[in-house]
């Protein structure tokens, strides 16, 4: 039976507390904005309320709800996290597998036309000028299409296969006769989940949150992502805060509303990236520790 020094036992006692900080740290704020969702705002602005619910209420799920377009914005930011994230890994995967291999003709050239990007790129005004150009204003590929794939994506993948994916492997493969397409869908996909969990979820995330480039590129109401509808619901009901007209009470009533709703629209926009990351959570150590080694 090993047996663990002093020394070993206080290192180990050092970072358990360093990681239950941590755990608190991340866990708090979670717990605390979920109570004061369904939480009396009474309780939550007087410090009543500092971690489990008080005074339960879902007024302010209710008012959130109660706006038919979420449920559009819903369906719309669904549509553009499927569709984005299909393209983004169609086009991150061969690329990033190809630019692993040492075969590749102008390899250098190539991942140095792609690190500039990172460095440079042409500005809000050029970037409309090109949506605009080939037709997507107004549309879904406005918030697909111009951040399709970054890259530190396409780096981090190339990473990954390179220590993944055994040139031995490969060769055997081209051996027994098998094109290089048929090693990249037969073999090397297969062996790739960990980063394909990874990057799928990181784009999905960044899909999911998108606000920026829908407010710039859409003007048609149908075609707004939750985040915008989200936007329309705080900004509707600070209006309402801000008119002077109605009684003292109705106005505290507003103001008592107005903290559920900030915190109902956050619990909303949250809550299905929050229930999908347990499933892949576990391709993460192994997905960025290995994507993240250099050459």
């Not at 075969?103 to 970037?127: S, V």
């Not at 109605?246 to 505290?252: C, F, K, M």
């Not at 956050?266 to 999908?276: E, N, Q």
């Not at 892949?280 to 520790?289: A, D, S, T, Y």
Request: proline letters at 4%; one cysteine or more.
């Amino acid at each position: 039976m090993k047996r663990f020094s002093l020394s070993d036992r206080g290192f180990d006692l050092i970072n358990t507390i360093f990681l239950l900080i941590i755990l608190v740290l991340i866990v708090y704020p979670l717990v605390f904005v979920l109570s004061a969702s369904i939480s009396d705002p009474q309780a939550v602005s007087s410090g009543r309320m500092w971690l489990w619910p008080v005074d339960i209420t879902f007024k302010g799920y209710e008012r959130v709800f109660a706006n038919d377009a979420i449920w559009i914005g819903y369906k719309n930011t669904i549509i553009y996290t499927a569709v984005g994230t299909a393209i983004h890994l169609f086009v991150l995967l061969p690329c990033a597998y190809a630019l692993s291999r040492k075969e590749l003709m102008a390899k250098k050239f190539i991942l140095w036309f792609i690190l500039f990007t990172m460095l440079f790129n042409g500005g809000l005004i050029p970037t409309y000028l090109v949506v605009q150009s080939m037709g997507m204003l107004d549309t879904m590929w406005a918030i697909i299409i111009p951040n399709v794939v970054g890259a530190w994506s396409i780096l981090v993948a190339r990473a990954f296969f390179q220590q993944s994916i055994p040139d031995q492997l490969v060769e055997a493969s081209k051996i027994d006769g098998a094109s290089d397409f048929y090693i990249f869908i037969r073999v090397v996909l297969p062996l790739s989940l960990p980063i394909i969990a990874v990057m799928a979820l990181f784009h999905a995330v960044n899909l999911w949150n998108q606000y920026f480039n829908a407010l710039i590129y859409l003007s048609d109401r149908d075609k707004y992502p939750l985040q915008l509808i989200l936007r329309e619901i705080l900004v509707v009901n600070q209006m309402q805060l801000n008119d002077p007209g109605g009684s003292a009470e109705s106005l505290v009533d507003q103001v008592k509303t107005a903290g559920l709703i900030k915190y109902a629209v956050i619990i909303v926009s949250s809550l299905p990236l929050l229930l999908i990351y347990p499933f892949v959570q576990r391709f993460f150590v192994q997905g960025v520790l290995i994507g993240s080694i250099k050459e």
